[in-house]
């Protein structure tokens, strides 16, 4: 993880600490003591993430902590690949957040879309913190983010462009 991506979520932590009205907008929790290692090298920047965030809900994107992660795992056995090729790691709007195992990026599998393909990439882990968790491309993926309380916050912090 790099160093200006843990200064934003180490300024954005406080700011929520200091809102009583914080939880509304999101709740990012401190990092775990527990130095997992993991032997699959796609896993392990998830398990340096929660070194750093130990789970976190950043509005409408909700990233398990270690003590729920692998309690999830049994999701993926239904979508194609099963746990062979994904890592179940949160949700965006309740629709999976999956590692694939091949190429160490994100997806966001959509469980009812039998039109169209069921999975957006959403890159790297550090990339989908950048742009979709601390970045203008929650919009995105946010139905009326601009009323989205977690956007308002980033707006506030000028982490994101008003516009």
Request: net charge negative; aromatic share 12%; charged share 25%.
């Amino acid at each position: 993880m790099t160093e200006q991506l843990k200064l934003i979520i180490q300024s954005v932590k406080t700011e929520l600490d200091k809102d009583p009205n914080g939880i509304i907008a999101g709740t990012i929790n401190e990092g775990t003591t527990i130095k997992e290692k993991n032997s699959d090298p796609a896993l392990q920047i998830y398990y340096d993430f929660l070194s750093e965030c130990n789970g976190a809900r950043f509005g409408a994107i909700d990233l398990f902590g270690a003590e729920i992660l692998e309690k999830y795992q049994f999701m993926v056995s239904d979508i194609p690949g099963g746990d062979e090729r994904w890592f179940y790691i949160g949700q965006i709007l309740y629709e999976p957040v999956l590692i694939n195992k091949n190429d160490s990026k994100l997806y966001l599998y959509y469980r009812d879309n039998e039109d169209a393909d069921p999975v957006d990439c959403l890159g790297y882990l550090d990339d989908f913190l950048m742009n979709y968790v601390f970045g203008a491309k929650y919009a995105d993926i946010i139905p009326d983010a601009d009323n989205d309380e977690w956007y308002q916050l980033l707006k506030k912090l000028n982490i994101v462009e008003c516009g």
